[in-house]
Structures are given as structure tokens and as C-alpha cells.
């Protein structure tokens, strides 16, 4: 199954309901092509590279040091959700960007900073519904370093419990469209 890589700090904010998009533009390693969804369903895999509080807004500092304190032995990671793709758009603008604030935990900092990253390509921003599922400990492979968004694990999972109820998940959609749109 298709794993994206994500901030353990982010991945608890989506876990938590705090956070239902995504913001992207690729890794190093996808400056040609650009962040690409690769997967309408996939897991989140935790990652505790580039992690700081100037990246994160002061509310969800406490995210970043839960993420520190319960990382997973060496050698090993953590599944713990699988999220699906409800839409995605490509934003160029910086003012839809920061009407979105209400969607995720990053600094206001850390949004112009990606933003300023290759600066011709757009945002890439995905609206995630996101399920908790029961965890499922993983060796941490040589094909899984590296700064590339997707990889691909041997995990098989069972759909979940979705983090925010079908009423909730529907109001922020419609905020979300109402801004992209």
C-alpha cells in the first residue's frame, strides 16, 4: 500500500481532527515534477526529520514534543492512520493560502517559507479524510529515507474509525471549496 510521508507532528494533528489538508509541494527529490498524489488511499507514515515550533502555531507545540517523546524504537515506525484523498487543487495564490490557516497547525512562517520553494510550481492542497486504525509497528527500510513524499509498504489495513463524523467532515469540505473555488 501507497504511504505518504509525513511530520509525526502533522500526523497527529490529522489523527486529532486539528488538521484536514495537506500542503505540498514534493521533496528534494521531486523538484522536476512537483508534489503529485500518487494514491487516492493511503497510510500516514510518521517521520521525525526538519520538525520545529517556528514551523508549527503555538497551540500545537504540545504536538511536537508528544511526537519526540513516543517515537517508535530505532529501526522501527508506527502506522497508525490511513488517510483518503476527498479533493485536491493546485494554489498559487498566498491569499487563499492564508484562508486555509484554519485547516492545519503550520506557521504563518512556514507557509510563506514553502511557498518561496520553487517558487513557479503551485501548492499542491489536499483535503484528507483520515482514519485511526490500530497500530502497526513496521522495520524501517533503506528504500524509505530520503526526501521523496511517497513509498511503498507492505501493510494491509482495515478501513478504521474516521477521526471526524460525516457532519463535520462535510462543513469544512464545503469551507475548503468555498476558498479553492
Not at 489495513?157 to 471549496?177: C, H, I, M, N, W
Amino acid at each position: 500500500m501507497k504511504a505518504l510521508k509525513e511530520w509525526a507532528t502533522v500526523v497527529k494533528a490529522l489523527e486529532n481532527g486539528n488538521q484536514t489538508i495537506i500542503l505540498r509541494k514534493g521533496g528534494i527529490l521531486e523538484t522536476a515534477s512537483g508534489f503529485q498524489v500518487e494514491a487516492k488511499k493511503f497510510v500516514l507514515f510518521p517521520t521525525y526529520e526538519h520538525q520545529d515550533n517556528g514551523s508549527l502555531k503555538s497551540q500545537f507545540f504540545g504536538y511536537l514534543a508528544d511526537a519526540r517523546e513516543s517515537q517508535p524504537e530505532e529501526g522501527y515506525n508506527r502506522i497508525t492512520s490511513i488517510a483518503e484523498v476527498v479533493e485536491e487543487h493546485d494554489i498559487s495564490s498566498m491569499e487563499k493560502l492564508e484562508q486555509m490557516s484554519q485547516f492545519h497547525i503550520w506557521s504563518d512562517s512556514y507557509i510563506v517559507e514553502r511557498m518561496n520553494w520553487m517558487p513557479s510550481k503551485p501548492m499542491k492542497a489536499v483535503f484528507l479524510n483520515v482514519y485511526k486504525i490500530s497500530p502497526i509497528k513496521i522495520p524501517v527500510l533503506p528504500d524509505y529515507h530520503g526526501c521523496k513524499s511517497w513509498i511503498e509498504l507492505n501493510v494491509n489495513s482495515e478501513s478504521g474509525k474516521p477521526v471526524l463524523s460525516d457532519t463535520e467532515l462535510q462543513k469544512q469540505l464545503a469551507e475548503f471549496r468555498r476558498i479553492v473555488n
